[in-house]
């Protein structure tokens, strides 16, 4: 079993900057990957980015690249995405995700948190 809780999400003008937090515990961190993931009023959940259990292969969605970073500090049971450069249309509930134990899907969700970006 794996818990999840989001942090840091908010209201900021286009073109600004939040940091999400996403702490885990459960299972040993640095044994698996971490998503993040978004999902906007009337659409489907869709994926923003992804790291590897020690960081060093990430994945980004297109929509995201260049503007968001996604990291993780095993030692603090952490992963971050750093949204900069932020658009209307990023506004959505994010949530960060672990894998089950056979690591081919993402089984474990956090509550979510908002962010919503002004024009």
């Known amino acids: 079993q794996v818990q999840l809780v989001e942090s840091g999400g908010g209201l900021v003008q286009a073109g600004g900057s939040l940091r999400l937090s996403c702490a885990a515990s459960?299972?040993?961190?640095?044994?698996?990957?971490m998503g993040w993931f978004r999902q906007a009023p009337g659409k489907e959940r869709e994926f923003v980015a992804q790291?590897?259990?020690?960081?060093?292969?990430?994945d980004y969605a297109d929509s995201v690249k260049g503007r968001f970073t996604i990291s993780r500090d095993n030692a603090k049971n952490t992963v971050y995405l750093q949204m900069n450069s932020l658009k209307p249309e990023d506004t959505a509930v994010y949530y960060c995700?672990?894998?089950?134990?056979?690591?081919?899907?993402?089984?474990?969700w956090g509550q979510g948190t908002q962010v919503t970006v002004s024009s």
């Open positions: 790291i590897s259990r020690d960081g060093g292969i990430t």
């Open positions: 459960g299972r040993t961190f640095s044994s698996y990957a």
């Open positions: 995700a672990a894998p089950g134990a056979l690591g081919r899907t993402y089984d474990y």
